[in-house]
């Protein structure tokens, strides 16, 4: 099951994102993804976060767009380990993709874009 939050936010007048918080630490689902709206300057965006509790780094924001299949479906995908990175599978053409920074394991030439995400408190931020 996945869940999706949406959430508005300001923006720096460089056009650079400002801190902008998502949802609430309870509305994640342990190792698994969750969809959510970015609002960004140009536009809102869907991403995914995967919430990764015990682990050195708890929390990842990665696109949720897969662009070997065109669709949003990165945060249905299954969360796993290649050579010590935490990685999410796509589910529907199975391409790995490095939590910490995007990177397709199979291809070099494909990268996801991901956000700095953090907890403050209870909440979920996207931190600009």
């Not at 969750?34 to 976060?49: C, D, F, M, N, S």
């Not at 299949?69 to 249905?76: G, L």
């Not at 995908?77 to 199979?106: M, N, T, W």
């Amino acid at each position: 099951m996945t869940a999706t939050a949406m959430k508005h936010s300001s923006f720096t007048h460089e056009g650079q994102q400002a801190s902008q918080k998502l949802c609430r630490k309870a509305d994640l689902v342990a190792f698994s993804g969750v969809a959510a709206w970015l609002e960004t300057p140009k536009g809102p965006r869907q991403i995914a976060l995967f919430y990764l509790p015990g682990y050195p780094r708890e929390l990842y924001a990665i696109d949720h767009h897969d662009p070997f299949s065109n669709a949003n479906v990165i945060a249905h995908g299954i969360v796993g380990d290649i050579k010590g990175a935490a990685v999410v599978a796509s589910p529907l053409y199975k391409q790995h993709f490095r939590l910490e920074d995007g990177q397709c394991v199979e291809d070099d030439s494909v990268t996801l874009c991901t956000w700095r995400a953090e907890f403050k408190g209870d909440a979920v931020w996207i931190v600009g």
